[in-house]
């Protein structure tokens, strides 16, 4: 039990008090500085967070930087302020106890600019105030990235005194804190400071308790970058892809188009690579976006070669299986209202002018026939041209002949394109709804 000590200056000023402090106090510093051990210290503790310099979505780490602020009383120190001509002096840190207050998120080095000196004033209070650059293990949640919410907590406890030594407080209320962190905060970078709230609770450890104060951090990512760089031109992309479907297969080499599309998203998307968080507790729906994406184009890639090589080569396929013609051609093409057309009869016309034809030309050369035996080499030619015409009549005729299963492969071939094309444009459509009303209900919160 140590005696109260009020010291005494022989001048009211400095040198005077910090010879007091010397000769009474400066040699106490190994021990709580309490009259009696068994009375608890008591700690007020408050912080400003004063920059948000990142986060590790990789390592779940938090890198902020705060001003720490711990008070406590010397039991045993007072001294007259008029007869030492001051209320508070500063004095080397090392030269009083101090609490051992730590933040059990903490995961690595204090690399804050080291400060030497703490406040005292003359009822024995003493005030520590230091910047301290905290990097805290955070368990980070980035499914909803870049619209994401982070929640990180520090823990304040005394590492060696447990709550029957050391007591720990509040030394503002949290809303002062909140609104001078904000006030003061130089860094936020791509996070914005949403709210912060404390709680005070026992820490239980080997049948003992720690008194331990804390505060819970809740961050917002700024998404307007991400949206700028990664979500608007991925939805470029893909909407070009899916204008792309106009593009008739059967005369333009559509497939190639595609093929530049996809290896453009490609390069795309490693370019921003560096963009999207690494890793997390879940993957990013973001990224779920991406691959389905570059799914749908290889899909619709994939699709175009198939539906060319149909229609290039239906007359050398097989008849359309019974289940794919009911499946296409009954329930899809309904769907995507996609009807057979009837037959035409211009064919038919075709051949019935070309024997009108063929039967004038041949009565003109009988009706032509004169008698003498200089016509007999043009009637010989006429009849030789009759019958070159009646060949090319029968090969253009059965040539122009419907083909039953040709026309089935065909129009499989343009309702399977056309129901890829409305479900994408579904696919975007809803896509690109949901990111706007996430976009502007994030910004409204």
């Not at 106890?97 to 024995?124: H, L, Q, S």
């Not at 792309?244 to 599309?261: E, G, H, N, Y």
């Not at 040709?406 to 309702?415: A, K, L």
Request: negative net charge.
């Amino acid at each position: 039990m140590n005696p109260v000590v009020t010291l005494n200056c022989s001048e009211p000023n400095t040198q005077s008090l910090l010879d007091a402090f010397n000769a009474n106090i400066f040699n106490s510093t190994d021990a709580r500085p309490v009259n009696n051990l068994q009375t608890p210290t008591n700690i007020s503790l408050y912080f400003t967070l004063y920059a948000i310099l990142g986060v590790d979505e990789k390592a779940q780490i938090l890198k902020t930087f705060i001003w720490q602020s711990l008070t406590w009383r010397i039991e045993f120190l007072s001294w007259d302020p008029v007869e030492c001509g001051t209320t508070v002096i500063t004095v080397p840190r090392t030269t009083l106890w101090r609490p051992d207050v730590v933040i059990n998120e903490f995961v690595d080095e204090n690399k804050a600019p080291a400060t030497y000196y703490v406040r005292v004033n003359y009822t024995g209070y003493v005030t520590d105030e230091l910047p301290v650059g905290v990097k805290s293990s955070c368990n980070l949640n980035t499914y909803t990235f870049p619209f994401d919410v982070q929640r990180c907590t520090y823990s304040f406890n005394s590492y060696m005194y447990n709550a029957a030594s050391v007591r720990l407080s509040f030394g503002k209320p949290v809303e002062e804190v909140l609104k001078r962190s904000k006030e003061l905060m130089e860094t936020m970078g791509e996070w914005e400071l949403l709210n912060i709230t404390s709680s005070k609770g026992d820490l239980i450890f080997e049948s003992s308790a720690w008194d331990e104060l804390t505060y819970h951090i809740t961050l917002r990512r700024r998404a307007t970058l991400y949206v700028v760089n990664l979500i608007i031109p991925s939805c470029f992309l893909i909407t070009l892809d899916l204008f792309s479907f106009i593009l008739p297969p059967q005369s333009v080499d559509r497939s190639a188009f595609k093929m530049t599309l996809i290896l453009g998203y490609t390069v795309f998307l490693l370019l921003m690579n560096k963009l999207l968080p690494v890793t997390g507790n879940a993957i990013p729906l973001l990224n779920v976006f991406f691959s389905i994406c570059l799914a749908l184009m290889v899909a619709s890639l994939l699709e175009t070669i198939v539906i060319t090589n149909m229609l290039h080569n239906s007359r050398d396929l097989p008849p359309v299986p019974r289940w794919l013609r009911v499946l296409v051609l009954e329930v899809m093409a309904r769907v995507v209202c996609l009807y057979r057309k009837k037959k035409d009869d211009g064919v038919f016309i075709f051949q019935n002018q070309a024997s009108v034809v063929e039967t004038k030309a041949g009565a003109d050369a009988v009706d032509q026939s004169p008698a003498k035996d200089t016509a007999s080499e043009t009637v010989l030619e006429l009849r030789e041209l009759r019958r070159h015409v009646q060949a090319i009549h029968r090969h253009v005729s059965k040539g122009s002949q419907p083909d039953h299963k040709t026309e089935e492969w065909i129009h499989i071939g343009h309702v399977v394109d056309r129901f890829l094309f409305i479900f994408y444009a579904i696919f975007i459509t809803v896509s690109f709804i949901t990111i706007i009303v996430i976009w502007i209900h994030w910004d409204n919160v």
